[in-house]
């Protein structure tokens, strides 16, 4: 799989700007049509580029761990329906998403499984293409996925695991601890636009110089606000993307707001915000 990085993100968002666009607003209809009924779990950075990955990588098989109401449900089906291929196997204990996702997204492209997925992994489809993980966010779980889930998926894919780093370090106890020392001991890179992250580091990558590499900091083209602010305020959570490739040993993957090992990974320092920035006002 193509590495992911910022030139890669952006020149996504330029490929598919017109269908992004039109997702878009299809997702704010969605969301006002459920107001009181739905909060939306993913803020838009990691939802447009869960889509646009999907978009590119075009999947015959995505695996969803959570989906509470369905708001990434409905940016992944979104996806495989643009895509005209792709079926979405998702797994949670409660069943709000039955009620919430169109019939018309779904139909022909999703299958539910309630239950713990601890109990139902058997149901997990061993030729996934896309992995996306967004449920219980603590180390025990954590622990579990990697031990048990991620050995069952190809090696190579994109995953997603949300609400890894809402803070500029990960904390104990909770899930983005344990899947941050995976990726150490892995020694597996990834990408990331998290804003606690990007706070954290912003200080330091101005003052850097150099190219996108290992162990060092790139120059930032915008402070973060100046991405907030582009996003037209329409940030709806502290967390955003954080996109990863493993190696041989596992399933590739792509966090949602993961942060940590920065001796290891290519982190948000690195990140030019004001390009990315300016590509999302383009459209």
Known sequence: MQPIDLAYVV????????DLAAVGKQQREFAEALAGRMTPQLDDLEAEITYLLLRAVRPA?????????????SWI????????????????????????VPAELGEGRWTFVQGDVRETVGRVPADAGYLFVDAAHTARFARWYLAHLFPRVPAGIPVSVHDVYHFPVTLPFHEGRVVVRWLR??????????R???????????????????????GSGGQPDDLLQDAGGRLSCAGAAVLLGLGEEGAAVVVGDV?????????AST???????????EH
Do not use: K, M
């Not at 942060?259 to 290891?264: A, D, R, T, W």
């Open 11 to 18: 020149g996504l968002y330029r490929e598919y700007a017109d």
């Open 61 to 73: 098989v995505v695996v969803e761990l959570g989906t509470f109401h369905g708001w990434s449900t």
């Open 77 to 100: 089906l979104s996806a495989l329906r643009d895509n005209g291929t792709g079926r979405l196997h998702s797994f949670d204990i409660v069943d709000n998403v039955r009620r919430n």
């Open 185 to 194: 001991e892995h020694r597996t890179p990834f990408f990331t636009p998290a």
């Open 196 to 218: 606690a992250r990007v706070r954290a580091s912003t200080t330091r990558s101005t003052r850097c110089g150099g190219s996108w590499a290992w162990r060092r900091c790139g």
């Open 259 to 267: 942060g940590g090992g920065e001796e290891l990974v290519q982190h």
């Open 271 to 281: 990140i030019d915000f004001g390009a990315l920035a300016d590509i999302r006002a």
